[in-house]
């Protein structure tokens, strides 16, 4: 039987809403012009409207009686490369084309804002004619005559509110005048640019270094042929890497073809916009999640339009619509912040710019002081084109790097103490020289684990390579990746002495309170989760410090980055080792990562820098590698680690989650669909048992995980989605992550 067809084109639209599945639509003629994949439509459903996105344009409508489309919203469309990195990411990531679409197109475009319009105000009439006018009105309307005056001064024309704050009038009498036909009025579009009030100088490109010319001569070699590579540039701290990138997005820009510079959050400062300013001025568009609605939209649509050719911004940067895309930049590719945790689409930028690269041809370059294992791996198995940067570019020389023992700290101070005698020494002579000194808290390590306070072990896991975690609730230590409790032991498992303790960290507030405490007058700004919650508040307080209105800058993770601060002399890292004791295959790394980061930010100017790291593991081999700040020892060092426990870049990782308020419930629904699991997929997957999250309970919900290794991550996506229908009514929220940034939370 052939079908009947009612319309000369039909489309397949998956909705907004609940549904994963596409359906079919036919196209009113009065629309074919109009419609174009990635499309927004409107659609009936069951009797109601509908919004979704147009996957695919059909001659044939594959079954009879179809509803015809509604509505085309043509000012929001994804655009083709977009469109088919998005069906990837559905693919991969496994998550439904909805959420992936939600990210792809900011909320404000999704809703269609407007511009922000504003009335502009222009003369009417020859200035000859309106000074006439003005001296007839000055009796009679004083007010519309202040105006006149006004307007008599102004060039071309004037912002009705700036008009009004000037003169002092009401818009009634801007009215009357515009009556009388003395002024004219006129909608303007205003561009929210966050960058227009700002000041910056033109800068021209620096002489490339030999190592530099090197990574950039390479990098043309695939842009010059749209050709698309990936790069990773492994370079120190000061070598160079953004001069690299600057001056590559240069080549793309005279080839007319477009950049995304992807950033952490928190490096996207004022230093780091201004230099990118000074070389682009406005070609560039800067996107991040403190900008209002209104805001996003209009440089969203700058990018869309052509009119910005680079876009600077964090993880969601990466979905710009970028026209004629041909580089795409992640630097510090390895920070964890590139990955999306909050909420599904679970994924990872730095990947996903990977796969955009592939689909545009285009060039991709990860930089980074201390590479993701994954990234250096890829590199050394020639997927990735290496290119390495060992000195720094400018004159400063790389700080001198000393480990403090807590132990003996703790010993002198007959207790616990925050400061080691030699970090004290070393703020209070910095401080009398005028210099300045930078302590850094790591932030994570919070949690309870138990360490011996002779040999300052924390209590490990028999049967993985990671830390117990102190449960308060049942009193028991726990392994967070194979299931393994103990209870805690009376002697230490490693020197059998008795004083084993719980430790828990310290918080920044309590750092700066203590350091006022021993030197009255030295002057701290602390910069942390807590003082940076409004708008402009962070680059506030890190434009105080490099002012030298403090002499001790007091921070966490967000200190830690890009910054350059030529007055730093000394930086101290308090607890070093905090993190270590989190159960999470990657601690190590981002240990490593982070002290090397931080030790990055101590002289980089004139005079020799110096790093103080206090440790109550001065042995531990993470420790020592950073104080050396060599990174490729401890590459191969962790590397042979991940080896031995599969873990990434030997093998992918994903982790399943459920939750919800019936903690029994919850767990045997983690082990039901784990049991799916290991019945589906092939023997080469392994599946570590259900064991409870990191946090076990999250506002009144129980959680539940396991995580699941193996290789081909398409064929345990395709299979979770089939398991998952049994599940769905189940009551218990669950989801797959897939590449987890964390085995432990
Ligand atoms: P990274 O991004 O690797 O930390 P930067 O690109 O910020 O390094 O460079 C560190 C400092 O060295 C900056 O002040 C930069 O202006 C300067 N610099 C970079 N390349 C050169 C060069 N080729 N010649 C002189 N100075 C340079
Ligand atoms: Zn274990």
Redesign the pocket.
Known sequence: MSLVKTYHKYVSVVLEISLNKALAYGVPDELISQIQKGMKVSVPVRGRLQTGYIIDIMEEPGFEKVLPITKVHEQVVIEKDLFELGLWMAKYYGAPLRNIFKVMLPSSVRKEAKHKEQLYVMRGQTREQLRELCIELRKKSPGQAQILDGMLNVKKGILLTELLELTNGTRSQVKSLVKKGALVMDIVRVDRSPLVNEDYFRTSP????HE?QHAHDKILTSLLQNRFQTHLIF???????????LQAIDVALKRGQGSIMMVPEISLTTQMIE?FRSRFEGSIAILHYRLSQGERFDEWKRVQSGEAKIVIGPRSAIFSPVQNLGLIIV?EEHEQTYKQTEESPYYNARDVAVMRGKFTDSTVIL?S?TPSLESYYNAEEGKYLLSS?NN???T?QLPEVKIIDMKHEYEKAKGYTIFSDALLSGIKSRWEKGEQSLLFLNRRGFHTSMICQKCREPLHCHHCDVALTFHKGTHLLKCHLCGYELYPPKHCPQCGDESVLKFKGVGTEQVQKALHAIFPDIRTVRVDADTTKHKGSHQKLLREFSSGKADVLIGTQMIAK?L?FPQVTLVGVLNSDGALNIPDFRAAESVFQIITQVA?RSGRGVSKGEVILQSAMPENATIQLAATQNYLDFYREELAVREIFQYPPFTHIAKMTFSGTDCQKVLRIAEAFRHELIKNLPSNFEILPVVPSGYAKVKDRYRYQFIIKGNNIYYLTEKYHLISHNFSKSGIRFNLDIDTSSTYF
């Open positions: 620096k002489e490339l270094n530099q370079g120190i701290t000061g070598s160079g890497k953004t001069e690299i990138y230099r630097d930089g002081a940067l720094r570019a400018d400063a890009g350059h990055g």
